[in-house]
């Protein structure tokens, strides 16, 4: 069956970086588009990132842009967040999915949900 297993969140003082990967098994990686989401305490889940198979199209939120990179590497069938500049506002459990069709800030059928990885970011 399809997982997804999130890792390398913790607490970083805030302008801080972490990077959280996301392995996946049980489907053909490489031929499924990937995101990341987020939910904060006492807020809806957001769509963050997202990277298309092959990674030739990204997509991030305006709230990470600049400050967030979402990459894959196929060959370790891994999705990567690199998160620089971190602000307290970042704080939140962070999803990585496995999502059938996005275009810019819509997307459609996620498929999987990983367990998730929380990420605190203190000021």
């Known amino acids: 069956q399809v997982q997804l297993e999130e890792s390398g969140g913790g607490t970083v003082q805030a302008g801080g970086s972490l990077r959280l990967s996301c392995a996946a098994s049980g489907y053909t990686f490489s031929t499924y588009n990937m995101a990341w989401f987020r939910q904060a305490p006492g807020r809806e889940r957001e769509f963050v990132s997202a990277i298309s198979w092959g990674g030739g199209s990204t997509y991030h939120a305006d709230s990470v842009k600049g400050r967030f990179t979402i990459s894959r590497d196929d060959a370790k069938n891994t999705v990567f967040l690199q998160m620089n500049s971190l602000e307290p506002e970042d704080t939140a459990v962070y999803y990585c999915?496995?999502?059938?069709?996005?275009?810019?800030?819509?997307?459609?059928?996620?498929?999987?949900w990983g367990q998730g990885t929380l990420v605190t970011v203190s000021s």
């Open positions: 999915a496995k999502i059938r069709f996005f275009s810019g800030s819509y997307y459609e059928s996620v498929e999987a």
